[in-house]
């Protein structure tokens, strides 16, 4: 007889992991590898906690995450009109194996590393911008402007024609039940202001940004490889790219750079360590964002068939939430997993997703990451949470673990 799935609904609610991911993911990862809950949206789901059931399941084509295959009034989740919609979030392949290919190009570690220069150089600025032997709060003055401009620059959103993207993205991740309309206002500034980019990108291409390149794609206007018209691009992929590019890329790493921060200020025996050894700083990285990620939750998924997960079937079309931040400390994977060690040895986290769906700018996030920390650490010797611990706030959701603010004094 297979076993069945713990029911915590009652004892372990969507605001106690907000309040604190870990605890309540190690609650439920010592109880069961699955889990039956109510989401935050009120209606039922599985959550599936342990290291090797979530990395199994990430790359497991039996999981769609095409809303589409989730039963009327099972699944409620994020309502947005097609020309956003249409994003790889919601794709499985062959679709997302087709746009994936056309975008992926840009996301090259070459490339990538190309960009070394020009993010070292805006994170310079933004530290120069800093009041010198003062204080700051670091989300809003150095963690969350760093990747707008990066992605921006990628994207070749000119730095006049850069809108409020930050109130944007709270608004569609921490919607405020008192002002629904905030949420909807956001998707259409977000629309408008896609639209009328690709409109003026079209009249005025540019020489090396990306949304030139995916126009031209979208238009027939490169030579296709093969597969002529399959590979280009309609007008809703075209724009929901864009919408994509710019909301996850802002929204990992605003979070990878802040709650990197505060790990090391939480911690200063390894805060020395990266400082007297800077060269770690890759390693760093890795762990900072395996012991504290900017994604609770890997996207919900659905399955196409009964599915076992650690012993417990889930029934097809049912939503699936893959906790990461379980994952990443669950014990039978990392040795000491509540210790945060810059010079672990195990690797293998699934911050970033794994398998198809892993994240397409990882590569990009991780650099910006990296010179992120590194200059703040260089550049403030004295860096210093300004206000007592228990006073800092997480966002409230499910979807993003970041903080609303961080202020130091250096």
């Given at each position: ?19 604190d ?34 990395r ?47 975008v ?52 070749g959103?000119?730095p006049?024609?850069?809108r ?26 977000m629309l ?9 990108k ?8 990306l949304?030139?390149a ?13 597969g ?10 075209l ?7 710019l909301?996850v ?8 750079i ?75 994977q990392?040795?000491?997993?509540e ?9 293998g ?59 130091v004094?250096?």
């Amino acid at each position: 007889m297979e076993p069945a799935a713990a029911d915590l609904s009652s004892s372990v609610s969507p605001a106690q992991f907000i309040a604190d991911p870990h605890r309540a993911a190690a609650r439920l990862r010592e109880s069961g590898p699955v889990h039956r809950m109510e989401g935050p949206d009120g209606l039922p789901m599985w959550l599936v906690t342990r290291y090797q059931d979530v990395r199994q399941a990430l790359a497991d084509p039996r999981f769609s995450l095409d809303k589409r295959n989730a039963p009327p009034g099972n699944y409620r989740g994020l309502s947005l009109p097609p020309a956003l919609d249409a994003n790889l979030l919601n794709m499985d392949p062959p679709q997302h194996t087709r746009i994936r290919r056309l975008v992926s190009q840009a996301f090259t570690p070459r490339r990538v590393d190309r960009l070394r220069e020009p993010i070292q150089q805006l994170a310079d600025d933004l530290v120069d911008a800093l009041e010198p032997g003062g204080r700051a709060e670091l989300i809003a003055q150095y963690a969350a402007p760093l990747p707008i401009a990066v992605v921006c620059d990628l994207l070749g959103v000119a730095p006049a024609d850069r809108r409020d993207f930050r109130a944007w993205t709270d608004a569609l991740i921490t919607p405020d039940p008192a002002h629904p309309e905030a949420a909807k206002a956001a998707v259409g500034a977000m629309l408008g202001f896609f639209g009328d980019l690709i409109q003026h990108k079209r009249e005025n291409p540019g020489q090396e940004d990306l949304l030139s390149a995916l126009i031209a794609v979208r238009d027939g206007g490169e030579d296709q490889q093969a597969g002529g018209q399959d590979d280009r691009l309609t007008e809703d992929e075209l724009t929901s790219l864009a919408f994509l590019i710019l909301f996850v890329g802002y929204e990992n790493t605003v979070h990878l750079i802040g709650n990197g921060v505060l790990a090391l200020l939480d911690h200063p025996e390894q805060l020395a360590a990266l400082r007297t050894d800077p060269a770690l700083i890759g390693a760093a990285v890795e762990e900072l964002a395996r012991y504290d990620g900017p994604a609770p939750l890997a996207l919900r998924r659905f399955p196409l068939v009964d599915v076992v997960i650690g012993g417990v079937t889930v029934p097809a079309g049912e939503t699936v939430l893959l906790s990461l931040a379980s994952a990443n400390r669950d014990p039978q994977q990392f040795g000491c997993p509540e210790r945060l060690d810059l010079a672990r040895t195990e690797t293998g986290h699934l911050a970033l997703g794994h398998g198809i769906h892993y994240c397409l700018g990882a590569s990009l996030a991780r650099v910006e990451t990296e010179i992120a920390l590194a200059t703040l650490l260089r550049r403030l010797p004295r860096l210093a949470l300004d206000v007592p611990r228990d006073e800092l706030r997480w966002r409230p959701s499910m979807r993003a673990r970041g903080l609303l603010a961080l202020p130091v004094s250096f």
